[in-house]
């Protein structure tokens, strides 16, 4: 298995409502991330973890709430969104060392 | 921290053609660097790496150089085909647990 799989690929959501991004790779990755994306821009980093714990945090405001249950699986938690955090929300994983990441299909968020 | 430029923002050719796309980098302790290809409605894919012992490296139609002493390195796709049509983002890393910084991307297009 060689993908990083993302669920749901896309989610509405109101502003109040509370809602979960799931990743999951079965690749031995011991690095998992979370990117977000908007259109025509590069992906910009939300969040490290590394072994299975967080690692980075770029300042990511806290209706943003990352989560690892285990070596394989990354959620994001989403709480009192704002229009502006529409976007694609990406997952990655990578091995240490110099190699690339894996990235999810990701998934559409809109705010609404 | 490393600042990575990437030129051109767009890139329009007719099929058959190469494509050559440029970046450079800031930090002269960078070692890794890596090309993703963004399909629309898709994540990254990561599709040729190079690391700064190496100067060249080609995997088929595509092409990468490294020039240590200029800071720079390019992605070279010969023989375009429609299905080359994509966003391409260049990235710079020091490996690790160092984050790699992408280039702004470049939109491929490429005309049958």
């Known amino acids: 298995d060689t993908e990083v799989t993302q669920t749901p690929k896309h989610l509405v959501m109101g502003m109040t409502n509370k809602k979960s991004l799931k990743c999951e790779q079965h690749?031995?990755?011991?690095?998992m991330y979370w990117y977000k994306q908007k259109a025509k821009k590069p992906p910009e980093l939300m969040f490290v973890?590394?072994?299975?714990?967080?690692?980075i945090n770029e300042s990511v405001p806290s209706r943003f709430s990352p989560e690892c249950p285990n070596s394989s699986l990354l959620n994001l938690h989403l709480h009192a969104l704002q229009p502006e955090d529409s976007a694609l929300y990406l997952c990655?994983?990578?091995?240490?060392?110099?190699?690339?990441?894996?990235f999810g299909s990701g998934t559409r968020l809109t705010v609404v | 921290g490393e600042n990575v430029e990437q030129h051109p923002s767009t890139l329009s050719v007719q099929e058959g053609d190469s494509a050559v796309i440029k970046c450079t980098y800031s930090d002269s302790a960078s070692n890794y660097f890596p090309w993703y290809k963004q399909e629309l409605g898709k994540g990254p894919q990561l599709i040729i790496d190079i690391r700064s012992n190496v100067g060249e490296k080609k995997d088929q139609r595509i092409a990468v150089t490294l020039n240590k002493t200029a800071k720079h390195f390019s992605l070279h796709i010969t023989e375009t085909q429609p299905e080359d049509s994509a966003v391409y983002f260049c990235a710079a890393s020091k490996g690790g647990s160092y984050i790699p910084t992408f280039g702004r991307g470049t939109s491929l297009i490429v005309h049958p």
């Open positions: 690749m031995g990755h011991r690095a």
């Open positions: 990655a994983s990578s091995q240490e060392g110099l190699y690339g990441y894996t």
């Open positions: 973890y590394s072994y299975e714990k967080l690692s």
